[in-house]
């Protein structure tokens, strides 16, 4: 079977469960005939016609307002922002209506928003960021960020089903840099599992999205270079988060490293370190540290945005430093 | 989209215009032109690092509507990405627009923003954001500043047909109007936002129907006249200096390049853009109607042709001898104070991020 890339998982994705359910929609920017920005929805509107493909006004707000609306009723909307950057026009209407939905009206909102995520793409600070943070501390909302085309699929169409709303992040800089044979049939990820991506005795990584491939090869660099048995963890879902697994990676290495992409302060490493800290901590033989970006808005410039993002180098850095605690 | 000849815009009174100032509109027009196909050379060679955002065949929109702005009064502008021209009438340089695309250290942002993405409020323009729409409720807010000082400043905002769309447009727009805001907003109406056609983007017929709702005038003219842009700009910009508010000014123009350099237009229908390069040129139709109705000569045009081309050739040379930007300053200019962001432990050769992790020399609980 051939290899399909992140992209085109996540298009197959859509695919299959517009054909399996007629209540799935897609509200989004040139998502209609032009095929999105990335061109994750092309083809769509030729399958399933302007109906179900809505190419909308230039409205972030009202595309999530709308699809909230139509999800009470019972349809199932998968919104595209045209960049996740730009989900912070929906700010509003997520976490303070779609979130609460339920929980004060008892309003499903079973919908996804998706859209392209993450740096390493020269894009500047308003096309490169990583939002993922600011909803995590927004209860009612489910995120998850894919790192492997498999979990795109999977994750997607779980996503689709699920009855909450979910964000759902997809990295910009996976789109159509990594591919694999994806499995067979309805192949569905249940959200709220992590992956391990790596087994290893010494030491653990625990990250998501593209910093999983960054972790990957620093831990193949380290078994190279140092000897060193390094375990990565890819997360997949950021809520509801898998303790489950985290513990389990904390408990066998007792050595934890959290890489993400987005900026340190406030961001999804402090979380996870202070749930290893309830979970697991007689089990640290080190302080759990962290590699994130810089606290600045993602520059422009290659030397900048190399510098601000965390490197593969960086990782390397700082497990060699856990390591010889 | 409506046939340009349709448009009202009065020229019966005459440009208002020197002769010196009507060369002058003609040099940014060629100007803006030029430094877009240079920078589409240097695109080519990978010398831009990002995206590359024309205006090709806005040129008279974005140059007319700037022109009517009296920097020596300290007018401020709010350009978009296809405001190039605006910007360079404002004072920008193509030193600072080459040195943006190419990423330099030495560049209006020292790399930290893309393209045409960079303010200077003592030059009297405000850099933008990506997000379209925002600019409106800034410029509310620039221009009550003027007001509430009582300064005979005016201020203008550019949105495309797309950011009308937006909420933060109609929050903007709508704050300057019950406030009577010094202000003008312009809506470049160029036919398409991204792919999206402006019959996907409102069931209005004309965006200057908009005002109404705002209680504001609303008017409508040729984008692609430079003379009728400045022209209709100008009659705002005077209202608005007089204290009597807003105008909302729709400007009929056409986007002859994608979004972006990207962008192969798959959705723009044979022919059109052939038939607005053909027949409604900003610039072919402006150096006509210099000859035809104002009697310059074609040497003349022909001489502000070579001057443009030898200031973009020494700009071009200048920005690329210019250095790229050094990584630690990436950290610095998030907050007034303190100067930079302090450096993150594990990178490399960072020595407080070594001494600060430093084991204590005893374990367990410290006793003072």
């Not at chain 1, 030491?203 to 491939?213: F, H």
């Not at chain 2, 695309?101 to 993405?117: C, F, Q, V, W």
Request: hydrophobic content about 40%.
């Amino acid at each position: 079977m051939a290899e399909t890339t992140y992209l085109e998982a996540i298009r197959q994705g859509l695919f299959e469960e517009m054909e399996r359910d007629p209540e799935v929609l897609c509200l989004g920017e040139d998502i209609g005939a032009y095929g999105g920005a990335f061109k994750v929805t092309e083809g769509l509107q030729a399958r399933f016609g302007e109906r179900r493909v809505i190419d909308t006004p230039l409205s972030e707000a009202a595309i999530v307002g709308a699809a909230a609306g139509a999800a009470h009723m019972g349809m199932r909307p998968v919104c595209e922002m045209q960049f996740i950057d730009f989900i912070s026009c929906a700010y509003d209407m997520l976490t303070n209506y779609v979130a609460t939905a339920r929980y004060r009206a008892f309003l499903p909102c079973p919908m996804v928003v998706r859209g392209p995520s993450g740096g390493y793409v020269r894009g500047g600070p308003f096309h490169s960021q990583n939002p993922e943070a600011a909803f995590l501390h927004t209860p009612g909302l489910k995120i998850v960020y894919p790192a492997t085309a498999s979990d795109a699929k999977g994750l997607l169409k779980a996503a689709i089903r699920d009855d909450d709303c979910v964000l759902f992040f997809e990295h910009k800089y996976l789109y159509r840099r990594i591919k694999e044979e994806l499995p067979t049939g309805d192949h569905v990820v249940p959200i709220g599992k992590a992956r391990l991506a790596r087994e290893g005795r010494d030491l653990s990584i625990i990250t998501y999205a593209a910093t999983v491939w960054k972790a990957l090869e620093a831990a193949e660099q380290m078994e190279r270079e140092d000897g060193l048995s390094v375990e990565v963890l890819d997360l997949r879902s950021l809520s509801p988060m898998d303790d489950e697994a985290i513990a389990a990676t904390v408990k066998k290495t007792s050595r934890v490293l959290i890489v993400h992409e987005d900026t340190v302060t406030g961001g999804v490493a402090g979380e996870i370190a202070a749930r290893i800290n309830d979970l697991a901590f007689e089990w640290l033989d080190a302080p759990i540290k962290r590699v994130a970006a810089h606290d600045v808005p993602l520059p422009y410039a290659p030397p900048l945005e190399d510098f601000v993002l965390p490197q593969t180098a960086d990782i390397v850095r700082a497990a060699r430093w856990l390591a010889r605690y | 989209m409506a046939a340009s000849g349709a448009l009202a815009a009065s020229r019966a009174a005459g440009p208002g215009l020197t002769r010196d100032q009507l060369l002058e509109l003609y040099y940014y027009m060629r100007l803006t032109r030029s430094l877009e196909e240079r920078l589409v050379n240097l695109y080519r060679q990978t010398k831009v690092v990002g995206g590359l955002f024309r205006s090709l065949g806005q040129e008279a929109d974005a140059v007319g509507s700037a022109y009517a702005l009296d920097r020596s009064k300290g007018d401020v502008l709010s350009p978009l990405i296809r405001n190039l021209g605006s910007m360079l009438v404002h004072g920008a340089t193509p030193l600072e627009i080459l040195r943006q695309y190419m990423a330099k250290g030495d560049s209006p942002t020292r790399g930290s923003e893309l393209n045409i993405h960079f303010g200077d409020t003592v030059r009297g323009f405000i850099g933008q954001i990506s997000h379209l729409g925002d600019m409106v409720p800034v410029m509310a807010g620039v221009t009550l500043s003027f007001k509430l000082r009582n300064e005979p400043r005016v201020g203008l905002v550019y949105v495309g047909d797309g950011a009308t769309s937006t909420g933060a447009f109609h929050e903007g727009i709508n704050f300057a109007a019950v406030q009577r805001c010094p202000l003008v907003v312009i809506v470049e109406n160029n036919g398409y936002a991204y792919s999206t056609p402006t019959s996907k983007q409102t069931a209005c017929t004309s965006f200057k129907d908009k005002a109404i709702g705002y209680g504001i005038p609303g008017v409508r003219a040729d984008g692609n006249d430079v003379v009728a842009t400045y022209q209709v700009t100008k009659e705002a910009v005077d209202r608005a200096r007089a204290g009597e508010g807003v105008t909302l000014i729709e400007l009929v123009t056409y986007r002859r390049k994608g979004h972006a350099e990207h962008d192969n237009q798959s959705y723009v229908p044979t022919g059109e853009i052939d038939r607005w390069a053909r027949e409604n040129d900003p610039v072919d139709r402006y150096i006509s109607e210099l000859s035809t109705q104002y009697g310059f000569s074609i040497s003349e045009l022909e001489a502000i042709d070579a001057r443009v081309k030898l200031e973009i050739d020494r700009a071009t040379d200048e920005a690329e001898a210019s250095p790229a930007p050094e990584p630690l300053d990436a950290l610095r200019g998030v907050y007034a104070d303190p100067a930079a962001a302090p450096v993150l432990w594990f990178r490399e050769g960072i020595r407080s991020a070594v001494d600060r992790h430093e084991r204590p020399s005893s374990w367990g609980t410290h006793d003072g």
